[in-house]
């Protein structure tokens, strides 16, 4: 009966140990309410989740901003240093839509969020993209785990935003975000979409199988 009980534990260490490096975030579980963080727009912090939403109404400067590396001013006094052994960015998102009449409707574009990743070596002038994901947008109302490949990116300083985009849709959107953290291995087996390595999990599945195996 030891034996099992050895090598549960030195498995579990050696996971714990490959997924420190997610300590690069920080506040990344928000359970410190948005210290650690930079932003701008309607951003705020509720149960531990952080929340970005759409003002009501439209305006081209409607942008919701959650940002850590940089103060939105691209002085880089604080990068995130991505060391060789950081392979993805992973998060946890949740959306809701909702109804805004005070839109006109003219758009028909959705509202989106788009992770970007900027580097703090600035060689355009124009402070440099190293990376931006593909538009989000209805994604699903229940939570669901994303991941990004960036182990191209290693040995970089970077700051990392998520940025909320309002379009004049005739609706609002509230983008719940947790558990942000790079990490070096995959939450589970790789699998690329068409056009990015975005990994797409259901927390709710994952928790249905545990369940199952219990």
């Not at 989000?136 to 290693?154: A, P």
């Amino acid at each position: 009966m030891l034996k099992p009980i050895k090598y549960l534990l030195i498995f579990t260490i050696l996971l714990l140990s490959n997924n420190s490096i997610a300590s690069l975030i920080t506040n990344g579980e928000f359970q410190n309410n948005i210290n650690g963080w930079h932003t701008s727009g309607n951003v705020s912090v509720v149960s531990d989740n952080v929340v970005l939403k759409t003002d009501v109404g439209y305006s081209p400067f409607n942008t919701s901003i959650l940002a850590q590396g940089d103060d939105g001013t691209f002085s880089f006094l604080e990068p995130i240093t991505l060391t060789s052994d950081i392979k993805w960015l992973t998060f946890d998102i949740k959306v809701n839509v909702f109804d805004d009449f005070f839109e006109s409707g003219l758009s028909t574009f959705d509202d989106v969020l788009r992770i970007n990743l900027y580097d703090e070596l600035d060689f355009t002038g124009a402070s440099d993209l190293l990376f931006s994901s593909d538009n989000y947008s209805f994604l699903n109302t229940e939570w669901q785990t994303l991941q990004l490949d960036v182990g191209t990116l290693s040995g970089r300083s970077i700051a990392l935003s998520f940025e909320l985009f309002d379009e004049n849709n005739q609706l609002d959107s509230i983008f719940e975000l947790d558990n942000i953290s790079f990490l070096g291995t995959a939450v589970s087996t790789p699998v690329s979409e068409p056009s990015t390595f975005l990994l797409l999990f259901m927390a709710i599945a994952l928790i249905k199988n545990v369940k199952r195996s219990h």
